[in-house]
């Protein structure tokens, strides 16, 4: 036991979760990181609940000296030891781990404490996509938003439309599709920019009759202003080989 809770056992003070957190707090502020730490599992071995503020603390303290890694894995010991509380928000560790390009660690934290029962917030899901996607790893930024979905977790229309670019871009088309048809059927509703973004995507790829589907599909949902932004799909299209054309009254 350190000298701070001996010398408050001896006159009578009980140590809590609030003077933790402000030992804890003081000597991560004073840049004793180790003594900070070590203080954290102290509280754990005298049965001390760890509180959301508790994490954050020390998370916070270990990022602002750079050791974001040693906060991820502090914050995955906790997760073992099974006192990290439900409510502490990993967010803001995503966002630090990604912004160091290491957006497949920030990954394997998250699909970690999700095994585990801690459900990422919207926020956390979004910026990881983002850091992945950013970092060039658009198949495992797919390969989440698609686990992310499924779990009822929908994302915004720019990470999405970004996400499905660069799938187009890679000449994963199909893949990007796809991922537009679970989306819809979770009860996202796709918009301008994620049809033109796959008709662009198919007609670089030469595949004519999924672009046409896309277009027409477009028309049917009056995403069209008028005959010739349908004539300019279809045109682009064109050059893929012959289709026909869906009847299109003049606006």
């Given at each position: 036991?350190?000298?701070?809770?001996?010398?408050?056992?001896?006159?009578?003070?009980?140590?809590?979760?609030?003077?933790?957190?402000?030992?804890?707090?003081?000597?991560?502020?004073?840049?004793?990181?180790?003594?900070?730490?070590?203080?954290?599992?102290?509280?754990?071995?005298?049965?001390?609940?760890?509180?959301?503020?508790?994490?954050?603390?020390?998370?916070?303290?270990?990022?602002?000296?750079?050791?974001?890694?040693?906060?991820?894995?502090?914050?995955?010991?906790?997760?073992?030891?099974?006192?990290?509380?439900?409510?502490?928000?990993?967010?803001?560790?995503?966002?630090?781990?990604?912004?160091?390009?290491?957006?497949?660690?920030?990954?394997?934290?998250?699909?970690?404490?999700?095994?585990?029962?801690?459900?990422?917030?919207?926020?956390?899901?979004?910026?990881?996509?983002?850091?992945?996607?950013?970092?060039?790893?658009?198949?495992?930024?797919?390969?989440?938003?698609?686990?992310?979905?499924?779990?009822?977790?929908?994302?915004?229309?720019?990470?999405?439309?970004?996400?499905?670019?660069?799938?187009?871009?890679?000449?994963?088309?199909?893949?990007a599709n796809r991922l537009r048809?679970?989306?819809?059927?979770?009860?996202?509703?796709?918009?301008?920019?994620?049809?033109?973004?796959?008709?662009?995507?198919?007609?670089?790829?030469?595949?004519?009759?999924?672009?046409?589907?896309?277009?027409?599909?477009?028309?049917?949902?009056?995403?069209?202003?008028?005959?010739?932004?349908?004539?300019?799909?279809?045109?682009?299209?064109?050059?893929?080989?012959?289709?026909?054309?869906?009847?299109?009254?003049?606006?």
């Amino acid at each position: 036991m350190s000298l701070f809770l001996r010398e408050m056992k001896e006159k009578g003070c009980e140590p809590n979760v609030v003077s933790f957190n402000t030992l804890i707090r003081g000597f991560l502020s004073s840049g004793k990181i180790e003594e900070g730490v070590k203080m954290a599992y102290e509280m754990i071995e005298l049965g001390c609940r760890f509180s959301e503020a508790t994490c954050e603390i020390l998370v916070d303290g270990l990022c602002r000296e750079g050791r974001v890694d040693d906060a991820c894995g502090l914050v995955l010991d906790l997760l073992n030891k099974r006192v990290l509380p439900s409510e502490f928000d990993y967010g803001s560790l995503v966002e630090k781990l990604c912004g160091e390009n290491k957006a497949v660690r920030a990954m394997e934290m998250m699909e970690e404490l999700w095994k585990k029962g801690q459900t990422p917030c919207f926020i956390a899901c979004t910026t990881l996509v983002e850091g992945l996607r950013k970092s060039g790893r658009t198949e495992k930024a797919s390969g989440f938003m698609e686990k992310m979905m499924n779990a009822g977790i929908l994302p915004d229309s720019v990470t999405f439309n970004l996400l499905l670019r660069d799938l187009c871009s890679s000449d994963h088309s199909t893949d990007a599709n796809r991922l537009r048809l679970l989306a819809s059927s979770k009860g996202y509703e796709p918009d301008e920019t994620t049809y033109h973004v796959l008709v662009s995507g198919f007609t670089k790829e030469g595949r004519r009759k999924e672009g046409e589907v896309l277009v027409n599909e477009m028309l049917d949902k009056d995403m069209l202003p008028d005959i010739f932004t349908y004539n300019r799909l279809m045109d682009g299209l064109s050059c893929t080989g012959k289709f026909s054309r869906k009847q299109v009254r003049m606006l």
